[in-house]
């Protein structure tokens, strides 16, 4: 929930206060026409026993000056455009909806909505906590959820979508029941329905953490969109789409997200162009009743743990960064990672550190590849292994990447598991060796351009000329067997996963602008993505000894890359330069700089140097 500035919320006399199972209902007043001013009366009601109501999922907004005037309780105070927006057209929905099914008059229908920013008193941290605490199951009880993704994007914005989504569950629904050659071929011909919805796509909507669990705990999803609405239940027994009388037509939210991931999956080089956005997150976690979630390539079903939807998350925006923990809470895998409640009191790093204790219980040392930092909280005097969730320089995490295959702290068994000591981490591991050099990587989406440079460089060079300039540099150490430089560094770009040598069609289109055929085109967008998806807001360095590897964009040379003891992928630690250690027996302490790609030491390798007496375990101490 985003806190307001409090010249746009309810003034004080407006809120009394809340009994700790109770939330506050707006009363939409009738109005005789759709466009009559807004008039709300708040009242209490029982979390256990409500009466019917719709919950509004809509953005707060940036400019939150941007505000209009409505009576609340009998008194004026203004809300801003985008919640007056929703207000309006819950209103409309609602009562068109009702008339369509009682054909009451139009002055004679209230709605009873709730809406965070009227419903919750944002100048009370303490009913804020208290009532964060029960928007699960606000969401999940509400008869409707209302999603509010404002006035159109594009020219015919609702419409066109509107009746793209009809046409494509009607051509599903054929497909799936071998009746493919009744399918209207112009379904996907017209360009400006999926161009619409390539605009819808990118709808701030999307990009606000709360909406995840909105939606996700929602019996009825309906999105609201200039002037189309979709919801779930205006279908025929057949699974295709009804339009309710007097309404305009209704779609499901399920249904549109439904439409993007298979667009995506089965055509994307179609819904790029079409400017149609992926939405993972909101494809991975649609449904918070099933804790299975569908991931990767092949959509396999996989296990996923309280860590993960935190991660997922933290790429969407939110005010308060506390909210990056409290807006998913309502998640079942909350409850089994242990007990977080809300509280706007505690300052945002002790919520983060608390939060991360619960996840190294709940998940181990895997909750160490979610740690991220910046030059500036590197080096703040808190412990370096609290995840920082409004801190996220990368796009992906590295155990999370599409090979799947990371177990390097299989085989390593030090005697010291995971242990808190205060603000001290301890974990058994080895270290593999130090970074040499960093080259920070550049990427260029419109012209799919890799670019490297280093700290002795002052320009940027290409894919090719980097790989030339490494195949002719005798003077820096090669650990691997192999021939070309440029086939590992291309299996490091990609984290391991490359099925063909894409590296060297992608450098063939990125030399020969001429001759730029569409297959090439194709490769060559793969490889970009592939290494977009482990690159953004890392390094490619050189080890001392000659491994590659990919490491957080703060890392410097004589950063070490250790492997610890059930880790699934390499750490990059830093010796702390005020700590000498061993002085006193107790091990250096070092502060986490975060996870890292460390190639040929992925499944176990560093096990196998330990036997052999290549390398020593230790304990590292990490703050």
């Known amino acids: 929930m985003d806190a307001m500035d409090l010249d746009i919320v309810p003034t004080a006399p407006h809120y009394h206060p809340l009994d700790p199972h109770e939330i506050r209902l707006a009363l939409l007043e009738p109005s005789p026409d759709d466009d009559g001013p807004l008039s709300v009366r708040l009242y209490p009601a029982s979390i256990q026993s409500p009466p019917p109501y719709d919950a509004i999922s809509y953005v707060w907004g940036h400019d939150t000056t941007d505000t209009v005037p409505i009576l609340c309780d009998g008194m004026p105070v203004r809300i801003t455009k985008n919640l007056h927006w929703a207000l309006m057209r819950a209103r409309k929905h609602r009562r068109t909806t009702t008339m369509a099914t009682a054909n009451p008059g139009p002055t004679s229908v209230a709605i009873v909505v709730w809406a965070d920013a009227l419903c919750i008193n944002q100048r009370d941290n303490a009913e804020r906590s208290a009532q964060v605490a029960l928007m699960g199951r606000i969401y999940a009880g509400a008869r409707t959820v209302l999603v509010c993704m404002g006035p159109n994007l594009s020219d015919g914005g609702g419409a066109h979508v509107a009746s793209l989504l009809h046409d494509w569950e009607k051509a599903r629904v054929l497909c799936a029941t071998g009746r493919e050659d009744e399918v209207d071929p112009n379904v996907f011909q017209d360009k400006q329905r999926w161009r619409a919805l390539g605009a819808l796509t990118g709808a701030p909507w999307f990009e606000r953490v709360w909406v995840v669990q909105e939606v996700g705990l929602a019996r009825d999803p309906r999105v609201l969109y200039g002037g189309g609405e979709y919801g779930l239940g205006g279908g025929g027994g057949d699974g295709t789409v009804g339009v309710a009388p007097g309404a305009a037509a209704e779609f499901s939210y399920r249904l549109m997200r439904q439409s993007i991931a298979w667009t995506c999956q089965r055509m994307l080089d179609f819904a790029t162009s079409m400017g149609i956005r992926g939405l993972a997150i909101h494809h991975w976690w649609s449904d918070w009743s099933q804790l299975r979630v569908a991931v990767g390539v092949a959509q396999q079903p996989r296990h996923y743990q309280f860590l993960d939807l935190l991660d997922h998350g933290a790429l969407l925006q939110c005010r308060d960064p506390r909210d990056r923990i409290y807006a998913f809470l309502g998640h079942p895998l909350a409850a089994a990672a242990g007990p977080i409640v809300p509280d706007y009191t505690k300052p945002k790093l002790r919520v983060f550190q608390e939060t991360t204790v619960l996840l190294l219980r709940d998940s181990g040392v895997r909750t160490l590849s979610s740690v991220e930092h910046d030059v500036q909280t590197i080096e703040e005097d808190a412990p370096s292994w609290v995840v920082r969730w409004d801190v996220t320089p990368t796009l992906n995490n590295v155990w999370s990447s599409d090979s799947q295959l990371e177990r390097a702290g299989a085989g390593i068994s030090t005697g010291q598991s995971l242990e808190l000591d205060g603000d001290y981490l301890q974990v058994g591991g080895v270290v593999v060796d130090s970074i040499s050099s960093v080259f920070p990587v550049r990427l260029v989406p419109n012209q799919l351009q890799i670019l490297f440079t280093s700290a002795s460089a002052n320009h940027w060079q290409d894919l090719v000329d980097f790989v030339s300039e490494l195949e002719h540099d005798r003077a820096t150490p090669f650990a691997y067997d192999a021939a070309s430089k440029g086939a590992i560094l291309a299996h490091t770009l990609c984290g391991q996963y490359l099925e063909i040598d894409l590296m060297r069609l992608y450098s063939e289109y990125i030399s020969n602008q001429q001759r730029r055929s569409d297959g090439i085109a194709q490769i060559a967008r793969l490889f970009y993505c592939r290494v977009e998806s482990l690159c953004l807001g890392r390094a490619f360095v050189i080890t001392s000894k000659g491994y590659y590897g990919l490491a957080p964009g703060i890392c410097c040379p ?39 790609y460390l190639h040929g030491f992925m499944e176990g390798h560093a096990a196998s140097m330990v036997r052999e007496g290549m390398l020593g375990q230790e304990v590292f101490r990490i703050r």
């Not at 702390?576 to 996870?595: F, Y």
């Open 558 to 596: 004589g950063d070490v890359c250790a492997v610890v003891q059930d880790g699934a992928v390499p750490l990059l630690l830093r010796p702390q330069s005020s700590d000498s250690g061993g002085g006193d027996g107790s091990a250096m302490s070092r502060r986490l700089v975060g996870e890292m």
